[in-house]
């Protein structure tokens, strides 16, 4: 009986590792996912910003030239580092740097990403699936006749 009840909860471990791995590739797909698109989407907006630029750009320059006003091409300035950002992002060493940075938060800087009163214990989240439990009951709607 001891042997059945041993052989039985080794079962149990080793089914609740397997599990717990298999929720962690998953969580692991899906962030994979996620960043993917995220970065599909940086090159995508600078396909439209790159292109909105080289219009607007021709643009002021031939603007510039009939005029002789700098106030003509003075638009450049930002839009080029608004294109020099997005462009750095797509295709550039942005994201590095943005996961260096987050590394340097994760190791360093700990106290900026904690949760406001710590992680949610399980009698908080029963007071407060109760204290729900009673509100609703003290504000149920009535019937309308």
Known sequence: MEDNL????????EMNRITMERQIQMQDQMRERMVAM??????????????FYVFA?????????RTKKPAAIAPLL???FLVGYQADLAYGSKLN?????????????????????????????????????????????????
């Open 97 to 145: 740097r943005i996961k260096a940075e987050s590394e340097n938060i994760l190791q360093y800087e700990r106290d900026l990403i904690e949760i406001p009163s710590g992680l949610p214990t399980l009698s908080s989240i029963d007071a407060g699936r109760i204290r729900a439990q009673e509100e609703k009951k003290y504000h149920a709607t009535s019937p309308r006749n």
């Open 6 to 13: 041993k052989k039985n909860q080794e079962f149990m471990l």
């Open 57 to 65: 750009g021709g643009a002021m320059l031939a603007g510039f030239a």
């Open 78 to 80: 930002p839009l080029t």
């Open 38 to 51: 995220q970065i599909a989407k940086a090159r995508e907006m600078f396909l439209w910003l790159g292109s």
